[in-house]
């Protein structure tokens, strides 16, 4: 349940007001730009407990943890999503720019070193979809001078356009609100990356909702990564050193490389996020139908899959002399991983001598021609 208490400032501006006693705050920066050893920074925080050992001492579900960080060029989907739906991934594996499954919900995004990614990790009686929007607001406005405000979807926006988006998590006494703050990033990258047409691929997880988007630079000459961080730093301090301790308690932790490499079985829980199973297994449940025009015939296909996993295959060809042919593949695609191009090869290899047999009896029609139809969608 979301807690609504709040003052006003005078600027009669409504803000939220802790409702716990907190015990600390801090201000943690990550100079570290290695993909998903960030995310799992994040996660090892919020899921720490009582009396385990975890990655910063003394933090516990009564402190307020703002983290400031980037990474290098990456998508990101959100904890339930379909990365078919979301993201053109085979333009990604093409140029080497990594998916990552976040922790939390929320839309598709795409980091790069133009755009600073903001968390704010909180206990969970205290939160609410709208408070680290509007301190973020609130440090563009008086520190920036930009007339950023939050939206009904509790993204931030300026004259009408996106500026950052909103993904949240709750896990057992704490809650946290990421965001990711495009500064001065290549729009151009984000809509070649994410922008794709998925009509007929039916999922059961979260879609994004797609939004103009703008820099921050395009309303301020000398905003950067590091004024927005100093901004949001200097506010945060402002506005909770009254609720800590009488303002004594707060510390600020610099993160580096060095820092992290000391951290026990690091690398081991950053490949956790890179794996097949956590990044395309982990997809809810869905449908992919559509079709296509060859010279030897018309094909309608429908895929289901589960996990990532083909579950069932049907196509159907306007062509009945086609129709052993189609079974054979249809049996070959079974239990395959969707959209693995080496999984596909693997299946029509499997099955080469039954394969080669109805491609020569069938006008040596080319069996590579369904992995042009399973990868319809590029």
């Not at 995310?39 to 720490?48: D, N």
């Not at 004259?159 to 500064?183: C, P």
Request: glycine share 4%.
């Amino acid at each position: 349940m979301e807690v609504d208490i709040t003052r006003i400032d005078h600027l009669n501006n409504a803000t939220f007001i802790p409702t716990t006693t907190l015990t600390k705050y801090q201000v943690v920066t990550l100079f570290s730009n290695v993909l998903y050893q960030n995310q799992w920074i994040l996660g090892r925080i919020l899921h720490s407990k009582s009396g385990t050992k975890r990655l910063f001492k003394d933090t516990n579900p009564q402190e307020i943890i703002l983290f400031l960080w980037r990474n290098n060029s990456c998508a990101v989907i959100g904890r339930n999503q379909n990365p078919w739906k979301e993201c053109n991934v085979r333009l990604l594996q093409k140029h080497d720019i990594p998916l990552i499954r976040r922790k939390s919900g929320g839309g598709t995004v795409f980091h790069d070193i133009g755009n600073t990614n903001y968390t704010l990790i909180m206990p969970r009686i205290d939160f609410t979809r709208k408070h680290t929007a509007e301190l973020v607001v609130r440090a563009l406005t008086t520190r920036l001078d930009i007339p950023a405000y939050v939206t009904e979807r509790h993204d931030i926006a300026v004259n009408g356009l996106k500026v950052s988006g909103s993904a949240f998590k709750l896990v057992m006494r704490r809650a946290y609100h990421h965001g990711t703050m495009l500064i001065d990033t290549d729009l151009d990258r984000i809509k070649r990356y994410l922008n794709v047409e998925r009509q007929n691929l039916i999922t059961k997880g979260v879609e994004s909702f797609p939004s103009p988007v703008t820099n921050l630079c395009n309303y301020s000459s000398t905003v950067s990564h590091e004024s927005f961080c100093e901004a949001v730093k200097d506010y945060f301090t402002e506005y909770y050193r009254d609720y800590v301790n009488h303002g004594s308690n707060k510390s600020a932790t610099t993160v580096d490389e060095e820092f992290i490499s000391n951290i026990p079985k690091v690398a081991e829980y950053r490949e956790e996020f890179k794996t097949w199973e956590w990044v395309y297994g982990q997809t809810p449940d869905f449908t992919h139908k559509f079709e296509k025009e060859f010279e030897w015939s018309h094909v309608k296909a429908l895929f289901e899959s589960k996990n990532g996993i083909i579950t069932a295959i049907t196509l159907t060809p306007s062509n009945i002399k086609y129709h052993n042919l189609i079974n054979a593949l249809e049996d070959s695609f079974e239990g395959r991983k969707y959209g693995d191009e080496k999984d596909i090869d693997n299946a029509l290899n499997d099955n080469h001598h039954e394969l080669t047999y109805y491609n020569n009896l069938l006008f040596h029609v080319d069996a590579s021609f369904v992995i042009i139809l399973y990868l319809l969608d590029r």
